[in-house]
């Protein structure tokens, strides 16, 4: 909502920019359009930077980056574990996702993973009233508006059918239940169904995920400068 009304305002300074006149000399088409392009700027979220932890102990990193082309937000998702027993590699897990969101809605997605070598890839656009999905077992069409499972939208946690990205299937979703973490200043969703998890949110930025997996406890933690 934010976003639009941003919009909205940028969009009438630079029509009034455009008539208004100083001694009769209207003024640049350049400077008519700043508000426009400084409210785009001001629209790309914040990167985000997250040390992932098993008991305590840091095995990978995970990453998002956002930029901006026009009314098109990027996200470049990027996921790299290494969990090891001295030499011994135990698990390693690489994930590449590259978003598109336009106005809200995820309109193209493009993923590469690879676990423990085995390789995943999966592509999704919107087309017309549908987004469709080529994924791990084929072919999907799904509604627009679909939510991919990088949980940096907030709206995973309102969502009842999501987005693998890893494998580019669907997966349901109870209602998510809502607690409170005073300490970290956030509002946390327990999450149940296909996912098991917990994700907190602090001015809708995700502030941690966490979840159990095969007996151990990971955890995301900020490392970002606003931690």
């Not at 100083?22 to 990167?47: C, I, K, T």
Request: hydrophobic share 40%.
């Amino acid at each position: 909502m934010s976003r639009m009304i941003g919009h909205n305002i940028a969009v009438r300074l630079a029509a009034a920019g455009a008539m208004f006149s100083v001694a009769g000399v209207a003024l640049p088409a350049a400077a008519a359009d700043e508000p426009e392009e400084m409210a785009r700027a001001a629209s790309v979220p914040q990167d985000y930077a997250f040390a992932i932890t098993r008991n305590g102990n840091r095995i990978g990193d995970h990453k998002i980056e956002f930029s901006r082309d026009g009314d098109d937000l990027h996200a470049v998702i990027s996921i790299d574990i290494d969990v090891s027993f001295g030499p011994l590699p135990l698990y390693r897990y690489e994930h590449r996702n590259r978003e598109t969101w336009r106005d809200g809605r995820l309109v193209a997605i493009e993923t590469e993973t690879t676990e423990n070598g085995d390789d995943f890839a999966v592509s999704g656009m919107l087309e017309g009233d549908l987004f469709v999905v080529d994924g791990m077992e084929g072919r999907l069409e799904t509604a627009p508006g679909i939510v991919p499972t990088s949980y940096w939208d907030m709206d995973i946690v309102h969502a009842t059918t999501l987005l693998d990205t890893q494998r580019g299937t669907l997966m349901e979703q109870n209602e998510a239940v809502m607690t409170r973490d005073e300490d970290l200043g956030a509002d946390c969703y327990e999450l149940s169904g296909d996912l098991d998890l917990t994700l907190c949110y602090a001015d809708k930025r995700l502030r941690k995920l966490a979840f159990e997996f095969d007996g151990s406890y990971i955890e995301y933690q900020p490392i970002d400068p606003e931690s």
